[in-house]
């Protein structure tokens, strides 16, 4: 698990943001996730000013400074640069001369200031998606991911065992590739695990005997998404006599990555097997089980009151 940083300049160019000072400053670098809206530190409060963050400033923080008098709003503003936080964005489009007090201290102190149409409401939910996203721990692991019927699930599994026809066999099924080979799992929280594709495998999936298919070109966008949510970690394995039984439900199992849970199922293979539609049925059934239905429960209950009735 390796911790990353983006620069401003990334966040610049993806939302596109107008640079009011700081031009050749944007290789200032981010790693926190959230950003921060510095109303309670303009008047005064730093117990718990988390200067390592993008500071965003709507129409109320900007509004309240046009309040002071011109003595206390350098004081209030140069108590906040001075820790030099990674950049400035301000919401809303506010107007170039309102901002003036504000522009002379991010140039004397280095510090981007940028600036955006959206409203801050907007703005900031977009803006710490993305950072959560860029900034998450990740790992990347040997497998297959895939969205099954909504369901994300990581299909692991000894090379040659066959992984990518399975996937294949789901994609001809309606269902979509998310990664082949390479799996990058990033850590959005303790209990969220998304699954995506490093870049170069996008959209690619190795066939043996048939070699690198590009599953958009030949089943259409619907054959591929970027992400998803990890929910299941099932592991394809060699057949073994009498290692399986007809249990009515068997006990959850978990996989763990980054410090989160995953249910795991080991599925064995063996000529014959439809190992894609036991795929679909683990993802049915999962969901199900979230809706708070066990199949097993069903029938326990089926045959008590078959029972109570020929008591």
């Known amino acids: 698990m390796k911790s990353k940083s983006i620069t401003v300049q990334s966040l610049q160019e993806h939302f596109k943001l107008e640079i009011l000072s700081g031009g050749d400053r944007l290789d200032r670098v981010i790693t926190k996730a959230r950003s921060h809206r ?34 206390e709003r350098n004081l209030h503003i140069g108590n906040v640069v001075k820790y030099h936080p990674p950049c400035f964005i301000v919401t809303s489009n506010q107007e170039y001369k309102g901002l ?10 280095g510090i981007p200031l940028l600036r955006t149409k959206d409203n801050t409401t907007e703005f900031v939910g977009k803006l710490d998606h993305y950072l959560l996203k ?3 721990p990740e790992i990347a692991v040997h497998g297959v991911c ?27 099924r309606g269902h ?6 390479v799996v990058v799992l990033k850590k959005l929280s303790s209990q969220t695990l ?17 070699g690198l298919v590009n599953v958009v070109r030949l089943y259409g966008r619907k054959a591929f998404q970027d992400e998803s949510r990890i929910v299941l970690d099932i592991e394809l394995a060699p057949w073994q006599d009498n290692a399986l039984n007809n249990d009515l439900e068997l006990e959850q199992k978990f996989s763990e990555y980054m410090g989160v849970k995953v249910p795991y199922i080991e599925i064995q293979l063996q000529p014959g097997r439809d190992v894609a539609g036991m795929i679909e049925a683990a993802a049915n059934n999962w969901y199900l089980k979230q809706q708070g ?13 078959e029972m109570g009735s020929g008591g």
């Open 176 to 181: 979509r590739l998310v990664a082949d080979d």
């Open 146 to 172: 895939l969205n099954v019927s909504g369901i994300g699930i990581l299909l692991r599994g000894k090379s040659g065992i066959g992984k990518s026809e399975t996937a294949h066999t789901l994609i001809r």
């Open 194 to 210: 998304l699954g995506t594709h490093n870049e170069t495998t996008r959209e690619f999936l190795a066939l043996r005997s048939i």
């Open 100 to 109: 003036k007090y504000l522009l002379l201290y991010c140039q004397q102190e």
């Open 293 to 305: 239905y066990s199949a097993a429960e069903e029938f326990m209950k089926r045959i008590e009151e």
């Open 38 to 71: 510095p109303g309670l530190e303009f008047v005064g409060y730093f117990d718990f000013f988390p200067m390592e963050r993008v500071q965003v400033l709507g129409r109320k923080e900007i509004s309240y400074l046009h309040t002071l008098s011109e003595e």
């Open 134 to 136: 860029q900034l998450a």
